[in-house]
């Protein structure tokens, strides 16, 4: 069950990487956000999202340059270990 704070910090993050461009003010009010969550519902929420964008990207079943771009920009903004991605993404990171 999501709880209203998890869906609050997903759509902020539904929004900030809507453009593929995080600004300083997006970078922000993202800390100001998860500030108040415990860290592990941060990290769940925040895999979670990796998922989503995962799944975008797989939508067609092609990943493309573009995708692994937005989706190495998702990582590495929230700090997603790399052991918390799943297997094929983490591969399709590292192809290059």
């Known amino acids: 069950m999501t709880t209203k704070a998890e869906a609050g910090l997903t759509r902020l993050l539904i929004a900030i990487f809507a453009d593929n461009v995080v600004t300083a003010e997006e970078r922000q009010e993202l800390i100001e ?10 990290q769940r929420v925040f895999a979670a999202f990796v998922q989503l964008k995962w799944g975008e990207a797989l939508a067609d079943g092609v990943v493309t340059e ?3 771009l937005a989706l190495r920009r998702v990582v590495e ?20």
């Open 33 to 42: 956000y998860q500030a108040d969550l415990d860290p592990a519902t941060v």
């Open 66 to 68: 573009d995708e692994k």
């Open 77 to 96: 903004e929230l700090e997603v270990p790399e052991a918390a991605l799943p297997a094929r993404l983490r591969l399709s990171l590292r192809a290059r």
